[in-house]
């Protein structure tokens, strides 16, 4: 067999082995399978415009933005009310403690001044008795005497320092009988002057700041 008859025979064993294709011309497009578009069923809603959808979707932006500041305006005036609320009850709590000191202030110097009086009355109490021997020194002393002389400028001055101090004595003789004021030891009768009238003093009594310190003893007339 000569090379050519080979060659040939090769060549067709070659080509029953690749498939055939048919030509291609230039300008014959590639076919391409053409979509249909599916028809919307009936149960499916149309779709709405892209401007309606963008409208409505603003709207309930805005509206959810209207409700939010609603809500949120009302939260701050019930917060702003409760700040209030909080406000006066602390101003009321202040001033009832402010009035609640201000009592207790008084109060106390109140009580300190009860306790000065009371403590300057005991005081001026244990001293009385001293004037009251003063008193009957001197009146046993003779007139001209030296030495009772200078007892009499001891006791004015002793008096005078008791005046000062606030302690005076009480007018009892040709005054009319108090027992706020008097102690009745004895009653006469004596028509010479009126009734309920002290006519003698046999202790002499004493005030301290309009407070009684030991009251007169006194003799009064029926």
């Known amino acids: 067999m000569s090379e050519e008859n080979r060659t040939a025979s090769e060549v067709q064993e070659e080509g029953k082995d690749t498939p055939e294709t048919?030509?291609?011309t230039e300008n014959q497009e590639p076919e391409?399978?053409?979509t249909v578009p599916e028809e919307p069923s009936e149960?499916?809603?149309?779709?709405e415009p892209a401007e309606e959808t963008e409208e409505?979707?603003?709207e309930e932006k805005t509206e959810g933005k209207t409700k939010g500041s609603f809500f949120g305006k009302k939260k701050k005036d019930k917060e702003k009310e409760k700040l209030e609320q909080q406000v006066e009850d602390l101003t009321d709590r202040l001033k009832r403690s402010m009035a609640e000191f201000d009592n207790f202030r008084k109060r106390t110097e109140k009580e300190k001044a009860s306790m000065y009086i009371i403590g300057a009355r005991e005081i001026v109490?244990?001293?009385?008795p001293v004037a009251d021997?003063?008193?009957r020194g001197?009146?046993?002393?003779?007139?001209?005497d030296a030495f009772a002389d200078g007892m009499r400028m001891i006791y004015k001055q002793f008096m005078t320092t008791l005046d000062e101090l606030g302690v005076k004595p009480i007018e009892a003789v040709g005054k009319e009988f108090d027992p706020n004021?008097?102690?009745a030891v004895m009653h006469v009768d004596d028509e010479s002057v009126g009734e309920n009238i002290v006519v003698e003093e046999l202790q002499r009594g004493y005030t301290y700041k309009d407070f009684v310190v030991r009251h007169s003893m006194v003799k009064v007339a029926n």
């Not at 109490?125 to 009385?128: D, F, N, T, Y």
């Open 32 to 34: 391409t399978e053409e």
């Open 22 to 24: 048919e030509p291609v």
């Open 133 to 135: 021997n003063f008193e």
């Open 43 to 47: 149960d499916s809603g149309q779709e």
């Open 181 to 183: 004021f008097h102690n």
């Open 56 to 58: 409505a979707a603003a």
């Open 125 to 128: 109490e244990k001293i009385l």
């Open 138 to 144: 001197l009146a046993q002393a003779a007139e001209g």
